[in-house]
């Protein structure tokens, strides 16, 4: 995976080209400043895509956590509040 590289002059003269990029190759654009990574700029849907998955890994570690802590319920149960947590967000 090659990383985007630009400078902090690129953002301010080359927003559209760069949001182009973003969104084209969904990967992060590394904004310099003074030769240095100062920011990264990724496109709105490569966030949405990153922020969930970050949300799913910091579940799961839950769910080992909850397991090896005998915090454990009868699957039915469970996935009626996965149901009920489903529906919850579509209604948002």
Excluded: W
């Excluded at 090659?2 to 080359?14: F, G, K, M, Q, Y």
């Excluded at 760069?18 to 590394?30: D, G, N, P």
Aim: aromatic letters at 4%; charged letters at 35%.
């Amino acid at each position: 995976m090659e990383v985007a590289i630009r400078p902090s002059s690129d953002l301010r003269n080359h927003y559209s080209e760069i949001s182009k990029q973003c969104r084209e190759s969904k990967e992060a654009v590394i904004i310099t400043v003074n030769g240095k990574g100062d920011t990264a700029v990724m496109g709105f849907q490569a966030y949405k895509q990153m922020t969930a998955e970050l949300e799913l890994l910091r579940t799961l570690a839950e769910s080992e956590e909850d397991m090896k802590q005998g915090r454990v319920a009868p699957i039915q149960d469970t996935f009626d509040n996965i149901r009920t947590s489903l529906l919850e967000r579509k209604d948002e």
